[in-house]
């Protein structure tokens, strides 16, 4: 039983390198921040702990036995290395596969999209190659400006590709169109009044980042298992960071202004 039991910690040991060093790059390189919990990555891992933690080294302990003989233990091992091998690669592959590979604004939100996605949009080669210069490569999805052609090709989406699979409507985040994002960007101070619990949110928010409401602007980023929104510079579109709080919560704080605005305008 003793020999079994090693056999299974160093089986265990083993698997927990090869493990911590999958999850660096997840972490690190496939999902930063936020998108490992956001995105897919907390979920691509669970499965990849099962197999490798679990599968692996209970199988060790459940065939190990000296009194086999080295030749059939050794085959024994080998078929177990083989198994674990290739269902960890299999659940890497498919972690890496859906991992954020873009981030696109269109409809007044981020839009965070995997490679399939990327495919679906059929953005040309060199636009591509133009936003993979930001890390993730980011993509504005550039609407008529005119207020009816815009209304008519928003109307002509319904039902087919949506805005942000647009491939062909792709731009860098060039300054003018961060200006743009900035633009359509809900105000911090005013979110904060929807609900109580969201003032002490905000204020510690912006001392974080060691910004004035007056400064930020922020817009919801949609990911495949929540919703955060993206705080931007509003001098200089850049992204700031992320704070926890939803579209929903967002979208409130505009009804609470016009409703504020109204509520002004009767007692005039």
């Known amino acids: 039983m003793k020999l079994r039991l090693k056999a299974f910690l160093i089986h265990l040991v083993i698997s927990l390198v090869i493990l911590a060093a999958i999850l660096y790059v997840v972490v690190t ?9 956001a995105d897919g990555g907390w979920q691509g891992v669970r499965i990849m702990v099962g197999v490798d933690i679990v599968l692996g080294p209970l199988l060790t302990l459940a065939i190990y036995n000296p009194g086999k003989g080295m030749d059939r233990l050794r085959r024994d091992l080998v078929v177990i290395a083989v198994i674990q091998f290739s269902a960890l690669c299999a659940g890497a592959w498919v972690v890496a596969d859906q991992r954020t590979r ?8 981020f839009i965070s999209m995997t490679e399939t996605q990327i495919r679906e949009s059929e953005v040309e080669p060199e636009v591509l190659a133009e936003l993979q210069k930001d890390h993730p490569p980011m993509a504005y999805v550039r609407l008529p400006d005119d207020p009816g052609e815009r209304a008519a090709y928003v109307f002509s989406t319904m039902g087919g590709k949506p805005l942000f699979k647009r491939g062909e409507r ?4 060039t300054f003018d169109n961060r200006m743009r994002i900035v633009a359509e960007g809900y105000d911090l101070d005013r979110v904060a009044r929807v609900t109580p619990t969201l003032r002490p949110i905000v ?17 919801p980023l949609y990911c495949r298992y929540d919703v955060l929104s993206l705080v931007l510079d509003r001098e200089t579109g850049e992204i700031l960071d992320t704070i926890d709080i939803d579209h929903d919560q967002l979208i409130a704080s505009r009804s609470l202004e016009r409703l504020q605005g109204a509520g002004k305008l009767g007692e005039e």
């Open 203 to 219: 204020d510690r928010f912006l001392e974080k980042i060691d910004r004035g409401a007056d400064q930020v602007s922020a817009l």
């Open 29 to 37: 390189i496939w999902y930063p921040p936020p998108f490992f919990a």
């Open 102 to 109: 873009m981030i696109t604004f269109a409809d007044n939100r």
């Open 170 to 173: 792709f731009e860098p985040l």
